[in-house]
C-alpha cells in the first residue's frame, strides 16, 4: 500500500475529493488528514467520511512533532490540499519529491506568499485575464515554487467574477488532482 497523509488548513474539499477517490484502492490509503486549523471545516469531513483526523500547531511543526506523527502514520507521500503554512525543513528532507502541492492559478503566475484561496481568484479577474488553472508541483522551501507535475487551464470571461473562477477551478481540481497523485506515485508522470 502507498500511504498518503493530507495536510489541510480550510474546507478541505479537495481533500474529500482525495479521500472518495481512492477509498477502494487496493493499491492507495489515506491515512488520515492532519490540519494546523483546529476548527476547519475539514475536521468534520473527515469525521463523516470516516478518516482519523487531528490538528496540531505551527510549533509541532517546527519541533519534529508533526514529522513523528507523518512518521508514526507510516505516510509515503504528503498531499497539502488547501494547506496555508510552509511546511518544515525536516518534513521537506524526510520526504524528498514526496510532498505534493495544489495551487489555484498558473504557477509562476500568482503564487507566493498570500496568495491563496480567494485572493488568486481576485488578483486574476483584476488584471482582466483571459486563462487560469491549476498547478500541481513538489514543493520545496519557497511557497509555491519546486517541480511542477501538471497544470490545466480554464478560460476566465470578461463577465466572470472571482467567484465564478474559483467555481471553475475547483472543478479543475476535483478533475485531476487526485489522478495526477496517483499516477505520480506509480511513477506514470515522471519529472526531472
Ligand atoms: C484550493 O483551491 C487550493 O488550490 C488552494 O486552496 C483551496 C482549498 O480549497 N490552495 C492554495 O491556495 C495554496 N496556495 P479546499 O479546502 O476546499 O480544498
Known amino acids: 500500500m502507498i500511504n498518503i497523509t493530507i495536510l489541510a488548513s480550510g474546507s478541505g474539499s479537495n481533500a474529500e475529493n482525495i479521500v472518495n477517490y481512492f477509498s477502494n484502492s487496493d493499491k492507495f490509503n489515506v491515512t488520515a488528514i492532519l490540519s494546523n ?3 476547519a471545516y475539514v475536521h468534520e469531513r473527515a469525521e463523516r467520511l470516516g478518516i482519523p483526523h487531528s490538528s496540531f500547531s505551527k510549533a509541532d511543526m517546527e519541533n519534529g512533532a508533526l514529522l513523528k506523527t507523518l512518521k508514526e502514520l507510516n505516510t509515503d507521500y504528503v498531499i497539502l490540499a488547501g494547506f496555508l503554512l510552509k511546511v518544515s525543513d525536516d518534513i521537506l ?3 524528498p ?7 489555484p492559478a ?3 503566475l500568482y503564487g507566493g506568499k ?3 484561496g480567494m485572493k488568486v481568484h481576485e488578483a486574476v479577474v483584476a ?4 486563462k487560469s488553472g491549476i498547478t500541481i508541483h513538489l514543493i520545496d522551501n519557497n ?17 466572470d467574477t472571482p467567484e465564478d473562477v474559483a467555481h471553475k477551478v475547483h472543478e479543475l481540481e476535483y478533475k485531476y488532482f487526485p489522478s495526477v497523485i496517483e499516477k505520480y506515485a506509480l511513477g506514470e508522470i515522471t519529472v526531472k
Open 106 to 108: 498558473l504557477l509562476p
Open 37 to 39: 486549523k483546529k476548527d
Open 93 to 95: 528532507e524526510t520526504y
Open 143 to 159: 511557497y509555491d515554487q519546486g517541480t511542477t507535475i501538471f497544470q490545466a487551464t480554464v478560460d476566465v470571461l470578461p463577465t
Open 114 to 116: 498570500g496568495m491563496y
Open 127 to 130: 488584471n482582466k485575464e483571459k
Open 97 to 103: 519529491m514526496k510532498i505534493i502541492n495544489i495551487h
